[in-house]
């Protein structure tokens, strides 16, 4: 199965994006429509399990929003959605937690990927290569 | 692209190839098995169902490695739990290429059990000591130079000495590693040694062909004995697929120990006795992560120069493990600022696991639509070892130091203190509420003296398929407690040595 995206997933996804992005003051980096683009672009390469429990949690989303706050999770303030998130990813149903577990690694594992991330946690690893490289070859 | 190994960009039409013997998949098992039958002078052909990367491939991005070198883009689950996160190499040289190159030789309290147990009179130091030479030799293993090491990972090290745990030097299949310490997306260096940079260039050169993005879907046998495979080559790119067949009279599985069995079930071949898919092993890892007030640097080390073996009697082995941030990132329950002001404090990390040996097992079944289905329960004995392993290994990071340790476990996130280590146990941490992770699948057509017990008999041949090999880890018939790289090419070597000696006997039939 190789179902990307449809446009309302993308929205909630976005949404939750926009709660679970890191950033605060020293950073504050505007990415989550290229971090759900990647992840949408990513989608076929997961398992198919994966693939049907992230559009099933996205759907999920958008269902207990309407339950909980009637209102649709795109929509939601930002002090609900945070609290939503929240009780997601703390809940102590499993499947609540492992599916808010696969949607916020999706996202972090974008988010620290990117080049600017990378180089505001002094991870500098092209850097690091060209050193250790640089350095005479000494036998093991 | 290495000349010789050809892609599915090149294939435009249905493919029929002939061979003398079919490898099926170019990791550890597969590459090793190529090489040694390849250089003996048989007609070898080698299938595997990723691509071809070189180290000017490897970006050292995790986004973009993992699609390209992990299978299911490093997400596969084993189910059960909890569920386990099982990652594995989907590409020329399979899992060696983003492995940690740890070459350790089988133990010998393994081999004994091996031989009491399963009939593997072969098994002992004395005649596998050539092979684990040869493998040593191929992989260039050696231990690494100080200068490679980390300041957090000798932080960790002197640690464990000073309460009194036996720290050993890592074995490591490497050339003058210097720690760039990317081994989980491909040495950009070529200092790992690997499958691909090693065995794959030596089959090649004594003749071997390599079809890439190549699919076995079926093993073809006449009366049970096999003589071909069908599948199909897929450009990935374009989506353009071609079929495949390949005629041969002997026939290596080496696809790994998910891959292997469901090839065999789908085959319906070699399961007279139910043992396909079963007895699955997996070496359960979880990991800590600790919080310093100094730099640790981790990422400025080779991404793991010892392990504590103090404890391997007692069935887990300790280790660090550095990792790019992106993959560290996942195992932190914050999100949004609290996230990010955590990982602030990258250099001051140092990610630590523990690898447990298999107290029980699990099993593989091949589904319809492709699916693969692993199961694993994790069993009280191994619960109590993860207990008393993570309190041993967080008070290590404590002892060294740090101002707080990360645990896997969703509601014990972290402990600050030695008083809290009494909490790592079933008051606060539940079965299905560890984050347990593995790169090690094994077992599931195993080798043994009794064809009621084994898929395989010592000669790695199927006790119920004349002509059909497996040539991967699949064949351990327990668990060996350390990374078993070094013991799949040894048996697979052994196994190819067995084939080259008895060529006539299998090609005339």
Known sequence: ?140 | MNSGIISAKEIKSDQHLTCEVLVIGSGSGGGAAAARLAEGGMDTLLLEEGSYYDQSDFTRKLTEMTPKIYRDAGFSLIYGNPCIVFQEGKCIGGSTVMNGGMAWHTPERIMKVWREEHGIAFMTPETMRPYFEYIDQSLHVAQQSEDSISHGEKVFKRSAESLGYEVTKNFRSQNNCRGSNVCILGCPDNRKQTVQNTYIPRALQAGARIYTESKVQKILADNRRVKGVSGIIKNRESGKKFKLRVDAKIICVAAGALQTPALLQRSKLANGNGRVGKNFLCHPNVKAVGLYDEPMNQWKGVHQAHQIHHFIEEGFIMSPGGVPPAAIAPGFPQFGSEHLNLMEQYDRMLSTAVMLDDTTSGWVKALPFDIVWPYYQIDSVMLDRIYKSMRLLAGIHLNAGARKVFLPFAHLPEVKNRDELAKIGPDYVKKGEIEIFTVHAMGTCAMGGDPKRHVVQLTGEAWEVPGLFINDASLLPTSIGVNPQVTIQALSTRIADHILENRKHYLDK
């Open chain 1, 1 to 140: 199965m190789k179902i990307r995206f449809f446009t309302f997933e993308k929205q909630t996804y976005l949404k939750f994006c926009q709660v679970v992005l890191p950033r605060n003051e020293r950073l504050n980096l505007a990415i989550e429509d290229e971090i759900v683009e990647k992840i949408n672009h990513m989608l076929p390469n997961l398992p198919i399990l994966i693939q049907l429990g992230i559009h099933f949690a996205l759907a999920l989303l958008e269902i207990g929003s309407l339950a909980k706050y009637r209102c649709r999770f795109k929509n939601l303030g930002q002090e609900n959605s945070h609290i939503y998130i929240y009780q997601w990813i703390h809940s102590s149903f499993p499947l609540l937690r492992d599916l808010s577990k696969i949607l916020n690694g999706l996202v972090l594992v974008h988010f620290y990927d990117d080049p600017r991330v990378m180089q505001h946690l002094g991870y500098s690893i092209n850097d690091h290569i060209q050193h250790v490289n640089s350095l005479p070859e000494i036998k093991s």
